[in-house]
């Protein structure tokens, strides 16, 4: 089941996850886990969990689009995590007023490039992103998910 959290316990601990960590910050040179817990108070991020093994974060940019980012733990993966992932994005066109989900993921990390694909993400192309943290720019596909008409 998908719920909103304030509690960064859950997203901490998959961050703090070495295997996890060596994934997400490469761009910034940094390993050190980060840390979530000022983040989950905000009201303009929504950060979504299956109160296990994932989370995600969706950053409001306008009241109808939302920057996403995932995070899973080594014990959600393959099926699993796209079924998970697929049910945060169903979430937030269900309790939210987002119109349209984007994201941006580093052209290297391929198993996330596919797993926005069988999310159902649609590939805007590739350029360059400028991270905050980042020594320099890198290189990241687009992706973005509309919600269904019905």
């Known amino acids: 089941m998908i719920t909103r959290t304030k509690d960064a316990t859950l997203i901490n601990r998959i961050a703090a996850n070495p295997e996890v960590r060596s ?5 910034i040179n940094s390993f050190a886990p980060l840390d979530f817990t000022e983040l989950c108070q905000r009201d303009d991020y929504y950060v979504l969990t299956n ?7 969706f950053d409001q ?10 995070i899973f733990d080594e014990t959600c993966r393959g099926k699993r995590a796209v079924e998970t992932g697929k049910a945060f994005v169903e979430w ?3 309790n939210t007023q987002a119109l349209i989900v984007y ?3 580093p052209v290297e990390n391929k198993r996330a490039r596919m797993f926005n694909r069988l999310i159902g993400a649609t590939s805007d192309g590739v ?4 991270a905050s943290g980042a020594p320099r ?3 990241v596909e687009f992706f973005h998910i509309s919600k269904p008409h019905k």
Not at 23 to 27: A, D, K, V
Not at 51 to 57: K, P, S, V
Not at 127 to 130: L, T, V
């Open 23 to 27: 994934t997400y910050n490469i761009h």
């Open 51 to 57: 109160g296990e093994d994932a989370c995600a974060i």
């Open 61 to 70: 940019i306008s009241p109808v689009i939302f920057d996403s980012h995932s």
């Open 92 to 94: 937030m066109f269900e």
């Open 103 to 105: 994201g941006k993921t």
């Open 127 to 130: 350029g360059m992103f400028d």
């Open 137 to 139: 720019p890198y290189e």
